[in-house]
């Protein structure tokens, strides 16, 4: 089946900085998310993304459908980023099913 | 939220005993999934439902039945629950309006010793 690669798995930052989450998957896609975990467990949609880029607040999300990977941006970060950013992606064999990553931890210290 | 209640919310329970969660939700979309969270696997899917009375299995579904008689309710089994099955599981819907956003419940936590 397809194979969802999150990096890096771990992340800890300065509140203020940027960075960048990457997920890479290895087959055509009808769908791709992005959630966020927050530290009480509650699962967010961030953005539904196959293809092209979205922008909400300070995230931004860009999908290179035909290279397979996505990116996940957070600028001037805050402690409230803190969590688990979940890539979860939904194949072309119309399972209407996503895969999920194994996720990537970011702490964001004050 | 898109209205999906979980429950119950934490439970303990002792190895061989049957656990059922729900899954409730208010809005009438056709898809329902359960889902499992564990360390280092993310969340991996155990079944899904497409409409009323129609369910598949997911990546993970041995030793989990599930049934959905109404839109609303989806209902996860363990017959006999097993160690193995101490984890954090998630309900999510798919929804019927605009993009195909999948959204989650609150989740639950179950302890089987």
């Known amino acids: 089946g397809i194979q969802v690669e999150q990096s890096p798995p771990d992340l800890i930052l300065q509140e203020g900085a940027n960075s960048t989450l990457r997920c890479n998957f290895s087959?055509?896609?009808?769908?791709l998310q992005w959630f966020h975990q927050n530290p009480w467990g509650q699962l967010i949609n961030l953005f539904y993304i196959p293809s092209g880029t979205k922008q909400n607040g300070r995230l931004s999300a860009t999908t290179v459908a035909t290279e397979r990977y996505s990116l996940l941006y957070i600028s001037s970060s805050q402690t409230t980023d803190s969590g688990v950013y979940f890539c979860?992606?939904?194949?072309?064999?119309?399972?209407?099913?996503?895969?999920f990553g194994k996720g990537m931890k970011l702490t964001v210290n004050p | 939220d898109a209205g999906i209640t979980q429950s119950p919310r934490h439970k303990v329970t002792e190895t061989g005993t049957p656990v059922t969660l729900r899954c409730h939700q208010t809005e009438n979309h056709r898809y329902m999934y359960w889902y499992r969270q564990d360390p280092g696997h993310g969340l991996r899917l155990i079944h899904y439902s497409y409409g009323v009375k129609d369910t598949d299995k997911g990546e993970v579904s041995d030793g989990y039945s599930v049934s959905r008689s109404k839109t609303e309710d989806f209902l996860l089994t363990l017959e006999s629950a097993t160690s193995s099955q101490t984890s954090v599981y998630f309900c999510?819907?798919?929804?019927?309006?605009?993009?195909?956003?999948?959204?989650f419940g609150p989740g639950t936590r179950l302890t089987v010793l």
């Open positions: 979860a992606v939904e194949p072309v064999d119309g399972s209407e099913k996503l895969v």
């Open positions: 999510a819907i798919k929804s019927d309006r605009g993009p195909d956003t999948q959204y």
């Open positions: 087959d055509s896609v009808n769908n």
